[in-house]
């Protein structure tokens, strides 16, 4: 069975500072799709960043990388330059015929 | 452009009642997917929709969960009987296809709360 495990329930940054978010997961396929999504008070989840499990180049986007260790099936999140409005909850998501997502770290970035 | 929108944003009903809640994906997307986010977790998958059919129902709890997409586009998730168990945000997400290739859009999503 497919699983995503997030072990960091909640993060305090300061602003300006760099974070890191951590994600493992567990899949028998070969070929998947890893994502990040923001989910601020809004409610709305917000894609941050995806990695395609064939690519052995980390994505990026903008202040947004990860670190995808596909041998240990990690998926972290660094956030760079971290600003006020990153303060939501993060999800890391597993896709390979469904989605699954982990329970999610909340990041609070402090003035 | 338009997002994902879901109506209405929350919805108060009383145990026992029936509920419908309203999913508009983004126009042209085809492939439409339901999930459900209890307090202090991730979403859940519960349903999801290529074109009016309904590809994968796996995710729903019992049967008085269903969902319709009789157009295509806009999606009703049907909810007999509430139960307090069932409340929780309900989430809508929608993507041009379905497939793992394809990034899911996600609507704000709908607070149930069932007294």
């Known amino acids: 069975a497919q699983t995503v495990t997030q072990s960091q329930p909640e993060m305090s940054v300061q602003e300006a500072e760099t974070v890191t978010l951590s994600c493992t997961y567990d899949t028998s396929e070969n070929n998947y799709y890893l994502f990040w999504y923001k989910q601020p008070p809004s409610r709305q989840m917000i894609l941050v960043i995806r990695q395609e499990a064939y690519k052995q180049q980390n994505a990026t986007e903008n202040r947004f990388s990860v670190n995808f260790q596909k041998a240990a099936k990690s998926f972290s999140l660094k956030i760079s330059d971290s600003q006020l409005g990153d303060t939501a909850m993060y999800f890391c998501a597993l896709l390979d015929d469904k989605i699954i997502f982990g329970k999610g770290t909340r990041l609070h970035i402090l003035p | 452009g338009a997002g994902v929108s879901q109506t209405p944003s929350n919805k108060v009903t009383e145990k026992g009642k029936y509920v419908e809640l309203r999913c508009d994906p983004i126009?042209?997307?085809?492939?439409l997917y339901w999930y459900r986010q209890s307090l202090g977790q991730g979403p859940e998958f519960l349903i999801y929709f290529q074109g009016t059919g309904a590809a994968d129902d796996s995710g729903l709890p019992n049967d008085r969960f269903f969902a319709v997409r009789p157009e295509g586009s806009v999606s009703t998730l049907k909810i007999q009987r509430t139960e307090r168990g069932d409340s929780a945000v309900y989430l809508c997400?929608?993507?041009?296809?379905?497939?793992?290739?394809?990034?899911?859009?996600f609507g704000p999503g709908t607070r149930l709360l069932v007294l």
């Open positions: 997400a929608s993507s041009p296809r379905s497939g793992a290739r394809e990034t899911q859009y």
């Open positions: 126009s042209g997307h085809t492939a």
